[in-house]
């Protein structure tokens, strides 16, 4: 197809958003290291007690999340949109909302000024300018995608079902701000979780669609992400960010039929993605596996994280498991696979493909620190979890003479937390280094020229 | 066509979830103005960073559903620990009336129902028709 070469404006701020999530990711890998040998050693780092430190750790690795999802998507947005971003000003001017957002609520933290509710603690007046700098990356991401010809590959459609459901599902998290819901504690409790459920789907849509983009420059295939195999997947996904949020609160006294709904939903959830990779990678030619070893590595690291936390969820979503499972760390070991595992795994994969990054010995030892620290780390939490659970269920014992039970596991959890630190260390140390230097000599030697509709490149260098 | 169908399906869900899936709970259970203000003040404190309400918040510290109407434990037992701290819990200079209102607020959750749930009638497909006395 002939090719009106684009211009690729924008795609520097891309690459801000990437290093703005490498050092939220950074920052907030060490605030979990403080906080888990807080459980250890109690009292150590007494600057930062835990009721700072967790929120820290959490909202940090959140926003790598969203950070990371968003830089991929604005970067390659053009190339598979065919045209140049609508409006290239406002991802400068949304990434000054998020950079100048992001201090506030970390400043908040450690001030102690709470407010919200768990995960996202800060005062609830922050929450404006993050939906206002969403509003402006939605209104963007659709002015550009309407101006695409031919129907929608798959991960475009996950890419705006993760866009739009965000912003909804941030708004429905606030809800608590009105007595309708305030009053009433159950009421509140369902609803945090039922938005904080859809919330972790549509993040999960922005970063499965990457996966797929990711997937689609390693193989220069295009066949698999217009399947319908990739819708199944996800209109599964879809259904279970609608539906499926329920699994959260089983002990939770609303109507049963909230935990029947949930229970049937999430049977399905997660297979269709494990599928789908597995396709893909045998259609992988042996010069290009070798050519984006290093994307592809952390691509298939993310497919074993899938089928490992496949089996864990599926597990603790049956009511008769959740019952010893539910409220223990069998619940974190689920969020530290998904979030790092998968999430972090695949956005790895999207930014070292951008980044062009080589694999070298720093990032073969961070990689390979990360993923066996990561292993003990979601052993020793299943284990923890495990003793907690039991324990609680089946005896009348104190909290503290059941968590001095699981002790042991939890120092297991906090040493192998360590190594899962010094791993992400070299890897976002690699990865901000590549988007720093190479990434800028990259784009001032040759601008990006792509065909329009195609997310792989005309001709010239590979595009990443 | 379907993608329209789970929305809508979507919204009447969101709908029951925030009216009657959610309004079996007693009287005692709603929060009138001083455990409104204890529940603030909960969110103030970031006290879920360490506690959970039925199983949700953070694992530092033990589940306080039930805290509030525990035998050995109660109202004055959670106002001593809020206003003094333990051996592993900081003190967090917490004033009077707002342990007041923070027990308040306890007492309203410990009326919603029971956790940890150690009693329930299973079924053979993994889930479990009752958990509450009142049925939910």
């Known amino acids: 197809m002939a090719a009106e070469p684009l211009r690729i404006a924008g795609r520097g701020t891309a690459s801000w958003f990437l290093i703005a999530g490498l050092l939220a990711l950074w920052t907030g890998a060490l ?248 396709q893909w990678r045998g259609t992988l030619g042996e010069g290009l596996r070798q050519r984006h070893s290093l994307a592809h590595r952390f691509l298939f690291a993310g497919e074993v994280w899938v089928f490992l936390n ?60 990360l993923n066996g620290a990561l292993v003990l780390f979601w052993l020793c939490l299943i284990a923890a979890g495990l003793v907690k659970g039991w324990l609680t269920v089946t005896t009348d014992l104190p909290f503290q003479a059941i968590m001095d039970r699981a002790r042991p596991f939890i120092a297991g959890f906090a040493v192998a937390g360590a190594g899962l630190f010094a791993g992400l260390s070299l890897l976002v140390w690699r990865a901000a280094q590549g988007l720093l230097v190479g990434g800028m000599q990259r784009i001032a030697r040759d601008a990006g020229t792509f065909a329009p509709g195609s997310t792989t490149p005309s001709s010239g260098p590979p595009h990443r | 066509m379907i993608f329209f169908t789970l929305v809508a399906l979507f919204v009447l869900q969101s709908g029951f979830t925030y009216t009657s899936a959610t309004d079996g709970v007693k009287a005692a259970a709603m929060l009138d103005g001083r455990a409104r203000e204890g529940e603030r003040l909960y969110r103030e404190y970031n006290c879920t960073a360490c506690h959970q309400f039925y199983g949700l918040g953070g694992y530092m510290g033990p589940d306080l559903t039930n805290v509030a109407t525990q035998p050995g434990k109660g109202p004055g037992f959670a106002r001593a620990i809020i206003l003094h701290g333990t051996q592993r819990m900081p003190r967090l200079g917490v004033t009077e009336a707002e342990a007041d209102a923070l027990v308040a607020y306890l007492q309203a959750v410990a009326a919603t129902g029971t956790y940890p749930i150690r009693h329930v009638e299973l079924t053979p497909w993994g889930t479990y028709p009752e958990l509450h006395r009142d049925g939910r």
Not at chain 1, 34 to 41: A, C, E, L, M
């Open chain 1, 310 to 369: 496949l089996g864990l969820a599926l597990l603790i979503s049956i009511p008769a498991v959740n019952l010893f499972t539910h409220g223990t760390h069998i619940t974190v070991a689920h969020a530290m696979g998904s979030t790092i595992g998968i999430n972090t795994t695949i956005l790895f994969a999207s930014v070292f493909l951008i980044a062009d990054a080589a694999y070298d010995r720093t990032v073969r030892l961070g990689f390979w620190l």
């Open chain 1, 31 to 278: 605030f979990g290291v403080i906080g888990s040998w807080q459980h250890v050693v109690p009292g150590v780092v007494d600057a930062i007690p835990f009721v700072k430190s967790r929120p820290l750790h959490v909202s940090l690795v959140v926003a790598w999340i969203f950070l990371g999802a968003l830089g991929g998507v604005y970067h390659h947005l053009p190339a598979i949109a065919g045209v140049p971003l609508h409006a290239p000003r406002l991802v400068r001017v949304h990434l000054g909302i998020f950079i100048g957002t992001g201090p506030l609520v970390v400043a908040s933290y450690l001030m102690g000024r709470f407010g919200g509710r768990e995960y996202w603690e800060f005062p609830p007046v922050l929450g404006i300018p993050i939906a206002l700098g969403w509003s402006l990356f939605m209104y963007n991401f659709f002015r550009t995608v309407a101006k695409r010809k031919g129907p929608w590959p798959a991960y475009l459609w996950m890419w705006a079902t993760g866009v739009v459901f965000f912003l909804v599902t941030y708004a429905e998290a606030n809800l608590y701000l009105f007595p309708h819901f305030s009053s009433n504690m159950v009421r509140e409790l369902t609803v945090q979780w039922k938005a904080y459920g859809a919330l972790t789907g549509s993040w999960n849509m922005l970063v499965y669609g990457t996966s797929m983009v990711v997937m689609e420059r390693i193989t220069g295939d295009t066949a698999p992400a217009r399947s319908r195999t990739a819708f199944l997947l996800y209109a599964l996904g879809f259904t279970n960010l609608l539906f499926g949020w329920a699994h959260h609160i089983y002990p939770v006294p609303s109507a049963p039929w909230l935990r029947l709904v949930a229970y049937a939903i999430s049977m399905t959830e997660w297979i269709i993605l494990a599928r789908i990779i597995r």
